[in-house]
């Protein structure tokens, strides 16, 4: 089983990465084979709403897009996972640019005929909803902002994932991390751990259901 983890913050060694890192550390604990993206260290361009890759090619698991940087890489092994753990702080109400880029770019993986007006696109591989995602939102408001710090940025993220029919299984939300103590910082990463082990029991629940 493969387990992909994508970090949306431009601090890689943050309070956001470290709750990554102990989730994907969790994915481990339970045998799967995981693989951790920083967003800020690929080169991932703008889309440029072209629709070149998800109005051609129907056949290919990956629409072409004319740009060039690390994409087309990045969805090889995203196509391949079992799961996704996706990880980001709340800028301004909703996830990262870093990771709205990346989550727009994956309309690579969707197929649109030309003639389809008004319709929306359908997945170059759909899940069936046996693909599985976690997400991990870290925000200055305490924990009790939730419905306004991280329910925006889990709404963004599950959003791009409808199409391809994966479920979400778990949502995570951290606040106060401008001022949060050792020991409740501790406590969260705890908490992380357990997200990623839960994330792929449900995911060979649900592969030894079909």
């Not at 072409?64 to 753990?85: S, T």
């Amino acid at each position: 089983m493969l387990v992909l983890g994508f970090l949306g913050s431009p601090k890689v060694n943050g309070h956001c990465s470290k709750l990554l890192r102990k989730a994907l550390e969790g994915a481990e604990s339970r045998g799967a084979v995981t693989k951790r993206f920083d967003l800020i260290k690929l080169n991932i361009k703008y889309c440029k709403g072209c629709n070149t890759c998800y109005r051609n090619n129907p056949g290919l698991l990956i629409g072409k897009c004319p740009l060039k940087d690390d994409v087309a890489a990045i969805l090889k092994e995203y196509v391949k996972a079992d799961g996704y753990i996706f990880a980001s702080p709340v800028y301004d109400a909703n996830v990262t640019a870093l990771m709205k880029t990346f989550l727009e770019r994956t309309i690579m993986l969707s197929y649109k005929a030309p003639d389809a007006y008004g319709k929306l696109p359908e997945s170059r591989c759909p899940a069936n909803f046996k693909k599985k995602a976690a997400f991990i939102v870290t925000g200055a408001a305490v924990d009790e902002y939730k419905e306004v710090m991280a329910d925006p940025c889990f709404d963004s993220i599950e959003s791009h994932l409808m199409i391809a029919q994966v479920d979400t299984a778990h949502e995570m939300y951290v606040g106060g991390v401008e001022n949060i103590t050792g020991e409740r910082f501790a406590e969260r990463l705890d908490e992380a751990y357990k997200l990623g082990a839960h994330l792929v029991d449900e995911i060979e629940k649900e592969l030894n259901a079909g």
